[in-house]
Structure formats: structure tokens, C-alpha cells
């Protein structure tokens, strides 16, 4: 399953002759997947329809393709120059034909040369021999393992890194080892911090001898896609560099830590912020793949040992500032001292794991007596062991910031650096993520000859206010923005761009950028567009942030699209049909997928609608809630359409739609019941918020057709309005809630509907049932009357026992 996302073009049949019209590459596979610095290279790119391939586009300088040798449908051969000065690791690319961009792929420049694996190489007995300082492009297939022989004297390095999840084919693990020639592993890396499942080695030769370069699947479950680009020489390659950023335009010493050594040498910054910059040794000879190193605008502070107490701090300006460090063994803990201010609100960002430490950071913040104000352990994230919180500083003092390893482990390449910022004045756009689990759909501008292309951009802004222009200079030749401006109450905004009929075909990589319009605001907005680079599924191994939009002219498309200018403007609360219509090229009856790009604040609707197969119009149905207010907005859409070989793109150009306040409003009726098949009267009481000509339909909404409600006229003077209600025995029993009343009301062009009185309620009740007529009395039957029964004899009364004695004497005298 490939990692790298891709557009998963269809290719469903429609009319034949749409295979005739406009459709986007699909991009899969390069070989070689990299290539030497200061070379000329011979790429083969393979995917489907490329049978009209124009050429690469390249995100980075230094790249030009030479020539093009063969073009077939699945398949390409050209020629590509890499230049010198090119920084080795990863660069985006994509293909450009006559009709359609590509996703990006990554090709990897190398500083050794590329050799090509040869077969039979799966046994130690017999391994492909190398030289030192080259790249192996090959491939581990199931249960198949590669062994490379490479030639060292005593105390010679070999030094071992492996390009093979980061490619971006399959989730491939590969596992490394240094064998000597009695077969016992010297070194062995499997999986690392800094490169996840790619694993780094490096061995200092004992003695003279033929060593063995072992690679294979961790598992042995390799694959037809598990490709690997194995770098072999006598490079170092540090874990992490210490300190592990440093301020923008600034030299700085630092060093570069190995796992049993390190060295150091001073580094002079670039000038600009670089989210993704990369730092290299100088005064040695490089590794495949450099350090990440953090580019900011503040100053370092480093740890001063000892400062394992919160009494022995190492002191630190205020912020913003990074606070580095080394957790250098295990129980070790660092503390910084600063000064804050009552008030402050600072966001602190460890960055460790992410720079290749193996530190899991616990990040805690006290005052001066030691109470605790916040801390954290994992902060979520990619890395998301790294810690990540804010904290609020309540009063004028000094505080003091602990760092230590969750699990209290150490060692000489347990680096962090912690950054401690308020708000900085910060401004930039993307564009969202228009499809699940793929940040590629859709992220570029292909405008097709005499159309355009449409796109949302999201803008963030972290204390900065005021209205930017958008600069879009380079554009290819032909081609303009459209969207002039970026408002200051306005979080995101369509970017329209449109290509002349006779542009040439072309590309360009454009740095969009937004310029104040303020001379006194001196920042300026980029944009920052992320995209996966590695994933499977949700998880997610390696990200790009580009800063530059591909853009791109490429064949006129088989439709058009506009827009109708509505006559009447959206009001506040109320609905607006947007119609737009198609033009068809003669014999295209595709049927056409309408995106809404974008919608003016406080506006809602279905975000697309389709146009059928043969058929020319699909309708909007603009919603506006209340707070919507008087303003005109530029509103296109976007078609796609799938041409049974790839999708088809061409946006509409922008059509003005007016929003205005309410004539009116009204609450919600109050609860009004009427018995089944009976009627009553439902009365809405009117304020009038301006002015209207003319009189107003009025119609209570939300009922079915067994309830009949009247509709009723207004007027600017109506202060309220009744409707009556029939029923019938078949309206049904119950509540009708959610009821609300339409207003069209007449102006200049038109009229506007409005909604009023929202949520009124109806209840049907049952009729009454008749009540019984009064039971007769009920008298009881005169019973006769008993004579007095005589009296019952007297129970003898009981004798005590001495009394029967005593009778039984007397008895016996007579």
C-alpha cells in the first residue's frame, strides 16, 4: 500500500468522447529514487496518463530537467541536473502534462554516487562488493536479505544509513548490521530516534579486513515495494546536535554527538526562518541526511553546571528565549532561572525526540518558593513526547523552569531545547485538507487555457490585525490572481486565478506571500502548506511545509462554469437561490461536480451540488443567519468532473453577491391550539427595521399539506400580521414546531425572502369527546323488619378450683 497518498483518479466510463478532453496525472514510482549532487541523471518516473508529459516541477532551486528521451502512457525517461549546491535529503516534485498536475513525490539527492544492487547477493558467501562514499539503490523482497563486502584497514570508519520508510512506498522496516568476517555483528541499528524505522550505524574497523554490509526487512517480510537507498562510507553521523537551534543570521558553535563521541564547529544561521532546515558538519565529511535544527528570532540560553537544584539555576533572560540543555546522566535534572512578568501568558514547546534525542521530557514551572504553576508531560503532536503546554504568570518575579526524563534515564546525546514565547506577531495561509487521510487532492493551481482554478486559503493571524494584499509574483506567462485582498475581519478567502486564451502551457512554483497595506506594519504573510509526506492510514511519519504554490497552465477544459448575478441581495435571516450554469463543449455530457469554494461570513450552505449528465444548471440555496450585514462579496465555484481517464477542473469567475440587513423581524408566535378539523388564528407581531415599498407576502412555513395556513399581505406600517389556520380530520394530532414565517418583501430588482418569527408552534389537539349523559340513582330495596331475637342464656360462670371442691363436699353431705 503506498504511503505517499495520491489522488486515486477513477475511471469510470462515460461518453467516449471524454477520454478526449483534459485528465491529471497520476504519479507513482521513480528509479533511481535519488541521485548525486553535481550530476546529470537518468530518471524514469512511471504512473498513468502521462502519454502527454510537459515536465518536473521542482518545490526546491537547483534542479533542471536536460531531456525528455521517451514517452509512454505509464512511463517516462528524461534527463535531470542536479546542481552542487542542492542540500542533500528529501525534495518534492511533481509532474506536469498538457491537462493535469500530479500529487508530489520526494526525490532524494545524495552526496555519493548511486550503484545499482546486483543479484545474487542474498548469501554471505556472496555479497556485492562496494567501494567506500557510494549508494546502493535496491530492493528487499520476502524473507530476502542483502549483503554488501567492503574493504577497510584498522581504524578506518564505515558508516551505514538506510532511505527506506522515508521513501514512501510500503511500510518498510529495514534492519542494518556490520559483520566481520567470522560473522559476528560489530554494530546493528534497527530502528532510531531521529529517523524512525530508517536505522544509522557506525563502526571503527579493529583491523585490516573485508567487512559485511548486512540489510534486510526487521521481519523478513519485505516486499515488490520495499526499496531502499543504502548510503556506505566513512562519514559521521551524529544522533543530535547540541545546542539544537539558534537565533536567524547568527554564527553559533555546535556540536555534533555521536553515539561514543562528538566534535564541534561553528555554524553561521541563515537569515530566514526555515521550518525545515537542516544542519551539516563543515569541517567534516557530511552525512547522507543532516540534523534538524530550530531557526528562530530570539536568543539561546545554555545550562551552566551544576544546576541540578532549583538554589543552583542557570540564569536566563526573560522571554522569549530557548533554554538547552543535556540530561547527562541518569537522575540528572536541569533548572533555568528567569524573570517574568505578572500578566504573561507563555506558550513553552520542548523539542527533543523531534530533534533525535532520545529524551521523554518532563517540563514543570514553580516560583521562587517552590510552589508549582503548570507542567507537563507529553504534549500530543507527532512527537508526541515532547512537552507542550502554557502557563500564566501571576505576579512580577523570578521563575523557575525543571527538566528531566519521564523514566530518569541520561546520556551525552539526551538534548532539549525548550522554548519559551509569548505571542508573537505571526501571519500565514494554507489551504485545508479538502479529502480524508489525503493532504495532496487538490493542492495545487492548474489552470486550464482561457478558464481558471479556484482555491480556499485559511489565514492565521496571532496579534497582528489590519487588511494585506496578496503578491502572487512569477506567475506563468498568461496568468493572473484574481483575489486582490485579504481583510482584516476575514479568516480565509477564495484565491481565484485565470489563464488567457492563447497562455502558453507553462509552470512555475510561486512564493504567494501577503504584503500590508498598512506602511507601518512591517510583517509579512507566507504561506505554510503542509503535507505527508510518509503515512499509512492515520498514522503519519514525515511531513513537507512548502511555502510556494505550484501553478501551472495546462489545456482549455471541455466546460465552463458562472454564475448568475442575483437581482436582489441575501438579508439577515433569510435565503438566497444561487444558480450556476454550465457551457459544454459539443459532445462532453459529463455529468458535473460544483464545489462552493468559499462563502461570505455568516452564510451557510451544501458545500456541493451536482450538475447531471446532459444537463446545464444546479442551484445554491444561500442561508443567512442573523448577524449578517450590508456588504458586497465575491463568491466562484468549482467544477470537477471525472472524464473517464481523470478528473477535469475549471472554476467559475467570481460573481458579486450583496448582503443586506433585514426590512423586519418578528419573535416566535406564541403557542396557538386549535382542535382537529377546527380553525384558529396564529398572529405575528412585526417590528419594522427599515423601510419598504410596496406590500409583503407573509406565509407561516414548516406545516404539511393537511394544515392549511393563509398566507397574508404587509406593509411598512403592519404591526401585525394574523394567519389563519383550517384543519381537517386529517391534519395530525400533535405539536408543529420549528414553524416560521416567509416574507417576501419587493425591492429594486426583486424581492428578498426573509424568515421571521422563527421556532412558533402549532398544536392540533384531538376533538373533545361528548360527556355521557348523568346515570339514573340507584336506591336500595327496603329490607323487613326482624322481630328481637330472645336473649341467649347467661354462660354458666367458670368455678375456680376451690369453689368445685367445695361443692363436690357439699354434694356429698346430703
Known sequence: MSLLRTFLLGTAAFASS????????????????????????????????????????????????????????????????????VPPGNHLMRIRTKTGISHARQFFVGIF???????????????????????????????????YK????????????????????????????????????????????????????????EEDGDYTVMIRESSYRGSGNSFYRLHVGSYRRPDVVYPAGGKIGSKTKVRFIERDSSFEEEAQLPAEIDPGYMIYSKSQEPAPSGNPFRLVNFDNALEVEPNDEQAKASPAAGEPIALNGVIEKPGDVDFFKLPLKKGMTLELQAFAQSLGSPLDSVVNVYNEKGGSLSGNDDGGGRRRLDSKFKVAIPADGNYFVRVADHLERGGPNYVY????????????????????????????????????????????????????????????????LLTEMAPKDLGNVPLLFEAAADAPLGHQTVPVKLNPVDPNTKITGKLRQEFDIVRNGNVVYYTEIEDKLPVAVIDEAPYSLSIEKPTVPLVANGVLDLKVVAKRKEGFKNAIRVFMIWKSPGVSCLGEQTIPEGQNECVFNLDANAAVTDGKWNYTVMGEVDGGNGRIYNASPFTEVATTTAHLTAPAIP?????????????????????????????????????????????????????????????????????FVRVDVPVTGGTTTHRIALGSTLRIDAPRKAPPPPAAPVVAAAKPKEEPKPAAPAAPKPLSRLEQLRQEAAGGKK
Open 18 to 85: 471524454a477520454s478526449l478532453f483534459a485528465s491529471y496525472p497520476e504519479f507513482s514510482t521513480t528509479k533511481p529514487n535519488g541521485g548525486q549532487r553535481g550530476t546529470e541523471v537518468k530518471l524514469t518516473v512511471t504512473g498513468t496518463r502521462l502519454d502527454d508529459f510537459e515536465g518536473l516541477i521542482f518545490f526546491s532551486p537547483g534542479f533542471t530537467q536536460k531531456s525528455v528521451e521517451k514517452v509512454e502512457k505509464n512511463k517516462v525517461d528524461l534527463t535531470i541536473a542536479i546542481a552542487p549546491d
Open 150 to 205: 567492503v574493504p577497510l584497514k584498522k581504524g578506518q570508519r564505515l558508516s551505514v544509513e538506510v532511505d527506506g520508510l522515508r521513501l514512501g512506498y510500503t511500510v518498510f522496516d529495514p534492519f542494518l548490521a556490520v559483520i566481520d568476517k567470522d560473522r559476528f555483528e560489530k554494530v546493528i541499528s534497527d530502528d532510531t530516534i531521529l529517523h524512525r524505522q530508517d536505522g544509522y550505524c557506525s563502526y571503527v574497523a
Open 113 to 147: 554516487p548511486n550503484v545499482d544492487e546486483k543479484e545474487p547477493n542474498s548469501e554471505f558467501e556472496t555479497p556485492q562488493v562496494l567501494q567506500l562514499n557510494q549508494t546502493v539503490e535496491g530492493l528487499v523482497t520476502n524473507e530476502d536479505v542483502d549483503y
Open 671 to 739: 403557542l396557538v391550539a386549535v382542535e382537529q378539523g377546527k380553525e384558529s388564528v396564529m398572529v405575528a407581531k412585526l417590528e419594522h427595521l427599515k423601510p419598504f415599498e410596496g406590500k409583503a407576502k407573509a406565509q407561516v412555513l414548516g406545516v404539511p399539506d393537511t394544515i392549511q395556513i393563509e398566507a397574508a399581505e404587509i406593509t411598512k406600517d403592519t404591526k401585525e400580521v394574523s394567519f389563519k389556520v383550517k384543519t381537517t380530520d386529517k391534519s395530525p394530532v400533535g405539536k408543529q414546531g420549528n414553524l
Open 417 to 480: 531545547r525548550l522554548e519559551l514565547i509569548a505571542a508573537e506577531p505571526e501571519l500565514f495561509f494554507s489551504s485545508p485538507q479538502f479529502t480524508v487521510n489525503d493532504t495532496h487532492y487538490r493542492q495545487f493551481i492548474a489552470v486550464p487555457k482561457g478558464g481558471r482554478y479556484a482555491t480556499l486559503v485559511n489565514i492565521s493571524r496571532v496579534n497582528i490585525g489590519g487588511d494585506f494584499k496578496f503578491d502572487a509574483t512569477g506567475l506563468p506567462q498568461g496568468v493572473k
